[in-house]
């Protein structure tokens, strides 16, 4: 189902628990504390506000997720979360001198780490598929196998095709109640992990481009703009770590009061 949840008018309104605008501020606090200025937070409340619906869209299919497609909520992720922070790049890329020779002079690691996290939601999607295809083939070889053995332990052609058929049922039903809700279940919770670790990356980037600008406009020499960028770009000091508490923390900010 490609249904689309409504968007709220006012998401950054959100008054309590974790949101983009308390993990931006403590982001700034943590990395950038010559920077963290609530006038300069306030001034760019518009997008704050942008990225928490996006934030909000995407954990409300979650708590949903009995009504959405797993392939389709990826998909949803990919276009919400990664074009965003492409556009977010590009304005910072637009800001540092010679971007393009200091992104060639950083580490392999950190390059790798960047395009991984560009293909998360697709690579997870094909991983899921995979999983699924390598499950279902190895239950046809158990069943072919078992059927083999049958027919040459039994000799009785009915009980061949009445013990090949309870093999068939057994493995429709384990497929169906066991292994597809099993796969279901682990996929829908790197869903929730990949979008709130890439929520962290999105903060990092907003950050950076916040304090970019900022920095831009108290005319500030070309050495301190590259120190600021490569702060955050290589550091990258996520204010919070994607564990079971924060996660359900995360979900508690987003779930509808009964």
């Known amino acids: 189902m490609s249904e689309v949840i409504k968007e709220p008018e006012a998401a950054c309104l959100v008054s309590s628990g974790i949101t983009i605008c308390t993990e931006l501020n403590e982001y700034m606090q943590t990395v950038y504390p010559e920077y963290c200025d609530v006038d300069l937070l306030t001034s760019k409340e518009n997008v704050t506000s942008q990225s928490e619906i996006v934030c909000r869209e995407l954990h409300e299919i979650y708590l949903n997720k009995e009504r959405y497609n797993l392939h389709w909520a990826?998909?949803?992720?990919?276009?919400?979360?990664?074009?965003?922070?492409?556009?977010?790049?590009?304005?910072?890329?637009?800001?540092?001198?010679?971007?393009?020779?200091?992104?060639?002079?950083?580490?392999?690691?950190?390059?790798?780490?960047?395009?991984?996290?560009?293909?998360?939601?697709?690579?997870?999607?094909?991983?899921?598929?995979?999983?699924?295809?390598?499950?279902?083939?190895?239950?046809?070889?158990l069943v072919t196998f078992l059927s083999q053995e049958i027919e040459s332990l039994i000799e009785s052609l009915i009980l061949n095709i009445l013990f090949i058929g309870l093999i068939a049922l057994a493995k429709v039903s384990l497929d169906r109640f066991v292994i597809i809700p099993q796969i279901d279940k682990w996929g829908w919770k790197q869903y929730l992990k990949s979008i709130n670790l890439m929520k962290q990356i999105t903060i990092s980037l907003m950050s950076t481009g916040l304090v970019l600008e900022e920095a831009v406009k108290r005319n500030v020499d070309n050495e301190t703009l590259v120190d600021l960028f490569l702060r955050g770009f290589e550091r990258r000091k996520f204010t919070k770590r994607i564990n079971k508490d924060y996660l359900n923390n995360i979900l508690e900010t987003y779930r509808p009061p009964q």
């Open 74 to 141: 990826f998909k949803r992720a990919n276009e919400s979360i990664i074009i965003r922070q492409e556009k977010i790049s590009k304005k910072i890329e637009s800001k540092i001198p010679n971007y393009e020779e200091i992104f060639a002079n950083t580490s392999k690691r950190t390059k790798l780490r960047i395009r991984r996290t560009k293909n998360i939601f697709n690579f997870l999607s094909v991983l899921i598929s995979f999983i699924d295809i390598v499950v279902s083939v190895g239950l046809i070889l």
